[in-house]
């Protein structure tokens, strides 16, 4: 790596932190993603090399844990969500050139490759440790199998990483108070051998490191109380079953975090595969003297300039030129909560009125990157109506508006002096943004040239030129072109599409994303036809209708707060042995209810009388609710009924039904939503 100005002889890479393949992607991964798509293809705008590579990360526990809360295989969860992630993440434009996963055959074989190579250089060693366990399910508990509380802070804390805290990775045993998060059992220990990195080796390489590290100030300072402190050896190894086996030890898999940022690497070298090592070449980049920038969010920060480049270095490999580090999206001050459905997903972006690049805009020029952000619908559609329609878009229209019926397309005159230098200034921002890694600046010079635009067709006033004083008019439309084409170059990296759809209403050949920066500074085509406008206004019932359904999730997630910290219940029934086939189930009819009358019966203390409505017809059914619900306050209740269940007779009343109802207190099942009465629950 140089440390001179980008563009650089070498070539660069540019990854982004590979989300889990765990569930769906939300606004919090988007917020690097594009970030990260915005600066690559910056770079590329300044004549860099680049590669832009990213993948899903398919093992360690968010997998693992995931996967057996759906009852299902973690290899069929992580290939589902690997599908998912990589169909969806070009839909907003972030275009990678190599998008794998880390159980692809490149990247179990340069993973293994770089622990044999730790092994070989003496980095690595056994060493028995005590580890959680879970006696009932009889499992190890590393990671986010076990939760307590951070040693560092105090805060609740999950296995591997203090989450809600002080954000420190934990090594295993370090957590105090642990539970399962299998049982809710609190944790015990065994003792087992693990394989342990030699970190505290690395601290005078890591000292120099985070002094020649570029990228954002939270990456290059929060490291130093981590590498200035006391560094202790890193745990490389777990005990489950999902992961990359360490080599030659069949009960031992690699940490996640060993396997994960190796393919940044893999991905770089498939890359090279698919295109040949003259345009591309991953060794270069990895081995030699390679650019190397990782975009990630704040959160992991300390694997990319802790873990990860020591074992870079472990295996002599090229260091990070930068770790570019944003902060976190929130919902009104609180974390995406994805088990609660407390976020904005990417689906629901994809499927709202608003156009992916405006929603890009607003991502990268939103606020500065380090800051932590809250999301809003409003806040988004008032930088759109405002920024991208009244200004950008309102300036782009009217200028080429007027030249094509005034000129046919550009004034035949040189642009004036004054256009020219805004424009360099314009350009000198956004070479300096790339430079600084300051995600913002890449979109923010869009606007300034925008306004310098509208006063300046606001003051000279074209349209009543054209006849008094037609060179002066053609000057100013001269500009005005001048300043759309421009805006179009310096568009590109944070609004693509966008960019492209203006490149085709300037008349131009060929594809903006392949146009250098200097073509802000080259005539448009003297030809072109009537423009239309480039962005669309949100309109406020659009906004509100978005506003009102994640504020619904909101309440609904303050509502559920008071269980929080729920303890499962005493005496658990073991979960049966004998699987039923799914026909079985099927068998059985349930159907969405609401009961519409409760009566106590004669004689029986404990039971009632009900008549449920299940939409086809109104079922008479006999429960045993009598002394553990409030009678009058049954009715109106929605409940789910057996339908399909032989009628009996209790009391001398007939029972055509059953309510379902959970444990000693009769707690009775209803529904989340209000799906229809009479709708089968599968
Ligand atoms: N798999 C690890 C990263 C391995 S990199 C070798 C991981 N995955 S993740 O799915 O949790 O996050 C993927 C990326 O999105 C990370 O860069 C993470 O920091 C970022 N973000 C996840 N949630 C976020 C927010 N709410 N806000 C901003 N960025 C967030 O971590
Ligand atoms: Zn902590």
Redesign the pocket.
Known sequence: MSHEEFPTEPPAVV??????A??D?????L???VGGDAYARALEKLGQTTAFVCGS?MH?T?IAVNAAQEGIDPEELALRYHEQHAAQIPQFNVDFDFYGHTRQPTNVEQTVAFVEALEEGGYVYEKEILVAWDPEADQALPDRYVEGTCPYCGEHARGDECDEGCGRHLEPGEIEDPRSTITGNPAEYREREHKFFRLQEFQEYLQGFIDRLEGTENARTRPREWIEGELQDWCITRDIDWGIEYPGREDLVLY??VD?????VSASRQYTEEVGPDVYDWERVWKEDGEIVH??????IQ??TVF?PALLHGVGYNEPRAVV??????IAGE??SKSRNR?VWAEELLESPVHVDSYRYFTVTGSGFES?VDFSWGGLAERVNGELVGAIGNFIYRSLLFAHREYGGTPDVEPSGETVAEIEEAMERFRGAVNDYEIRGLGSPLLELARYGNEYIQRAEPWNLTDEDPERAAQVIRDCVQLSKALAVLMEPTMPAKAAELWDQLGEQGSVHDAPLSAALEAPPAAFDAPEELFDRLEDDEVAELETALEERVEQREDEDGSEGEEPAADLEPVLDERVPFDTFQSMDLRVGRITSAEPIEGADELLRLEVDIGVETRQVVAGLRQLHDVDALPGTRVVLVANLEKSEIFGVESNGMVLAAGEQADLLTTYDDAPLGTRVR
């Open positions: 990854t982004c932190g590979l989300p889990y765990n569930g992607l939300h606004v919090g991964h917020r690097s993603l990360d360690g968010p996640v975090w994960a940022p190796t393919e940044y975009v990630i969010g704040q959160d992991i694997h990319h990860w580090a944003c902060g976190f999206v929130n974390a995406f976020a932590d």
